[in-house]
Every structure is written in structure tokens, then in C-alpha cells.
């Protein structure tokens, strides 16, 4: 099972001062930050995805790409562009999340191509164009006549897509996107995707489903898929479920879970193969605007606060090297939130990572290196780097499933 990490310009800094918290004044950003690949002792990812409105822009306003970055990856390519290790596979797809409130996808499949293959991908996923709805017992049926045509539209664009590239001799793997609104339409697209000739399939739409939802479609597709289909999960991950996807033709899967809950989510910051923590929240009183207005409403004194946060990380830093106990750190968290006005308090779960310290027992280089400083939610030098992390976590738990996942291929001839 390969995993495919969707690229967001996510890079952090070496040079960072986590101490006094600033960048280098020499830093430039394109030529010495770093990504994960670069940062870890081994790359977390199995190929990188790029979306075509993330690079160029959309309907809906203009990508995360810079012009001079929009320039360089069209200069270099997408390979050298990302510095990546010849192993790793790079795949991009049109992004159709940016453009899924218009009637049809705002660019044409010839458009597409030159994307793929101005910035020379490995693969490229045919244009579609998201059904955000799901009713299991509907069949081929749309309850939405917009369901409808979107699927059909998506297949026209895929034979196109696939026509082109082939008189084109686009030196490009052809990926076909299959949507649905029910088992029975899913496995519908996909069977006419190899008819095209498509033997790589994208299933998308499939990120509000259900676990239990998703093996429902796999197994209708798996009644009309052929054997040298490989299956490809638009923005899924769902580990636990992997072994039981690969069931059903899945060899891959793209997803910013494990990266993004390093900072997005409520307690799931921290993950190990055995479990998540939550990250110490030590927020930056020049850096919270909710903290800033109160300081100057006068509710927050500023002299306090920068005491205080100070306090924090010492404390915090002095734990790590075995001079302060667990209580002596809970005691200025809990000084902090009430002068921060925290909507909800944490001190609960920050003993238990502060008591377990998994950045101790971690293995990846970016533990090793920083140590606590991994587990504080603070500024996003931090809280990349514990994304990072999370994603080396991840390659490690698709590691321990990849043994049973190939036995069951084995199984099935």
C-alpha cells in the first residue's frame, strides 16, 4: 500500500531559534527550508500529490504558489522542484475541492495535461468533478439529477483525458477518476474507466463516508474490476481499515490527516503507533489575537502574560531535562490558561503526555533533535515539525500492515 502526501508548501525552517522563537535574518524560504522528506531520517511517504490549484490558481481565487514558485516548478519540474529521492512517485490531480460549487470544472482536460506534463509527473488524475452526497440503496438512480451529470461528466472528461494523453504520447500514467453516489454507481464508473483502457482508478467523493460505507463500494466495484486494476483512495486514510481496502484492489491513498491533526485537532496531536496525545498549548502573547485585544481592552496585564508564557516553556524545558517534576510544569499551565482565558483547559490530558514524554521513546530524527520542544503547540515551526513527525508514524504503521496486506494479495492470486 503506498501512501501519497499532498503538498501544501508545507516546509519548516533549520534554522529556527525555537528559544527565542525567530527566524534566521538570512533565511530565504525556497532555498533553505526544508520538507519532510528532507528532515526525517526516512522519507514518511511513498509519493507526493500536487494539485493543479494549489500551483496555478482557480475559479476560486489564486493557489498557495507564489508567481516565482509557480515559475520554478515549471522551470525545474516537479521532481527537482521538491528535491525528491529518486523512489519517491509524484502524482496531480486538478484539485476539484476548489472549484466544487461550479456547474462544471473551469478547466479543460487539454489544460490538465499541460500541467502534468510541463511539470513532469510520474501520473495524472483525469479531470472530475465531486459528488458530495451518498445514499447507499439509491443504484444507479441519482436522487439528484446534478449527481448525475456530474458522474457522466466525469467519465467524458476521463475518455478524453485518456485519448489525449495518448495521442499526445505524453510520457504520463493515465489515472482515471471514478465518482458515485452509491456502490452501484461507483463500481458503474469504474467499469466503464476500464473500458477506456484505465488500469490505475481514483475513487473520490469518499472522504464523508463512513468506514462501513467505503467496503460497501469497494465490494460492488470488486464484482466488476479486473484483477490489474489498481485502486487509488482520494483522501482517505483510515489505517486501521488498510488491510481490508487492499481486499479490494486499493494500492494507495492520499490524505493530510496525520499532518494537519498535528495542529487542527482538538486533543489528537501527538501520535504515536500505540496512540495520540495531546500537545502542550503554550500560545504566543504577541501571536494571539485573542490574547493581544484583551491585553489592550486591559483585562490581560501583558507584563503578566509574558511572565508567564516565559515560565511555561523554562518549566517545560527543565522537565524535559529532569530537574522539574510533572506538577511543578501543570502548575504554570494552569497559570496560563486562566491569563490566556482558555475556553476549555487541558491540564488533565498534558500530564499524561508529559507523564508517558512519547518524544523520549520516538525514534524519528525530529524527536531525537528537539525533544519537548515537539509536543508544545506553539507557532507553526513547532507544529509542522510534529506533523512531520505524525506522518513518520504513519509510514511506520502502513510498515506493520504492509506483511498481512501482501499475503493477502498472495492469497488472491
Not at 524519528?364 to 513547532?382: K, P
Request: aromatic share 10%.
Amino acid at each position: 500500500m503506498k501512501f501519497y502526501f499532498p503538498d501544501s508548501q508545507d516546509m519548516v525552517s533549520p534554522t529556527y531559534d525555537f528559544h527565542r522563537d525567530e527566524y534566521s535574518p538570512l533565511r530565504v524560504r525556497q532555498r533553505d527550508d526544508l520538507y519532510a522528506h528532507e528532515v526525517l531520517a526516512e522519507t514518511p511517504y511513498d509519493g507526493i500529490l500536487v494539485s493543479k490549484a494549489i500551483v496555478d490558481g482557480s475559479i476560486s481565487g489564486a493557489g498557495k504558489y507564489s508567481e516565482s514558485q509557480r515559475a520554478r516548478i515549471y522551470r525545474l519540474g516537479v521532481r527537482k522542484y521538491f528535491r525528491l529521492p529518486d523512489h519517491v512517485e509524484t502524482l496531480g490531480d486538478n484539485g476539484a475541492f476548489n472549484y466544487i460549487q461550479e456547474k462544471v470544472p473551469p478547466v479543460t482536460v487539454e489544460e490538465t495535461i499541460d500541467f502534468y506534463e510541463g511539470c513532469g509527473f510520474d501520473a495524472g488524475v483525469s479531470v472530475d468533478h465531486i459528488i458530495f452526497g451518498y445514499q447507499s440503496t439509491s443504484g444507479l438512480e441519482a436522487p439528484n439529477p446534478e449527481w448525475a451529470e456530474r458522474r457522466l461528466l466525469t467519465l467524458r472528461m476521463a475518455e478524453k483525458f485518456f485519448e489525449a494523453v495518448a495521442s499526445r504520447g505524453a510520457r504520463l500514467t493515465p489515472v482515471g477518476a471514478a465518482q458515485g453516489w452509491s456502490p452501484a454507481s461507483y463500481a458503474d464508473s469504474v467499469k466503464q474507466l476500464q473500458a477506456i483502457g484505465y488500469r490505475r482508478i481514483a475513487l473520490g467523493g469518499l472522504v464523508p463516508l463512513k468506514t462501513p460505507d467505503i467496503i460497501e463500494c469497494l465490494t460492488a466495484i470488486d464484482h466488476v474490476r479486473t484483477r490489474t486494476t489498481q485502486l487509488h483512495l482520494l483522501g482517505i486514510t483510515r489505517v486501521d481499515s488498510m488491510a481490508d481496502f487492499a481486499r479490494f484492489g486499493v494500492t494507495s491513498f492520499d490524505s493530510t490527516s496525520a499532518f494537519r491533526q498535528a495542529f487542527m485537532d482538538d486533543r489528537r496531536n501527538f501520535h504515536t503507533v500505540d496512540g495520540d496525545f495531546v500537545a502542550i498549548r503554550v500560545p504566543q502573547v504577541e501571536g494571539n489575537s485573542v490574547l493581544k485585544r484583551n491585553i489592550l481592552a486591559g483585562v490581560v496585564s501583558q507584563r503578566d502574560a509574558v511572565a508567564a508564557e516565559r515560565e511555561c516553556l523554562r518549566r517545560l524545558r527543565s522537565y524535559d531535562a529532569g530537574s522539574t517534576p510533572v506538577r511543578g510544569v501543570i502548575d504554570v499551565l494552569a497559570k496560563y490558561e486562566v491569563i490566556t482565558k482558555s475556553k476549555k483547559s487541558y491540564l488533565d490530558a498534558y500530564e499524561r503526555t508529559l507523564v508517558a514524554a512519547p518524544w523520549k521513546t520516538c525514534g524519528c530524527r525530529l524527536c531525537e533533535h528537539h525533544g519537548i520542544e515537539i509536543a508544545i503547540f506553539r507557532g507553526t515551526e513547532r507544529n509542522k515539525r510534529r506533523g512531520f513527525h505524525n506522518l513518520s508514524v504513519l509510514a511506520n504503521k502502513m510498515s506493520r500492515l504492509s506483511a498481512p496486506m501482501q499475503t493477502v494479495r498472495r492469497s488472491r492470486g
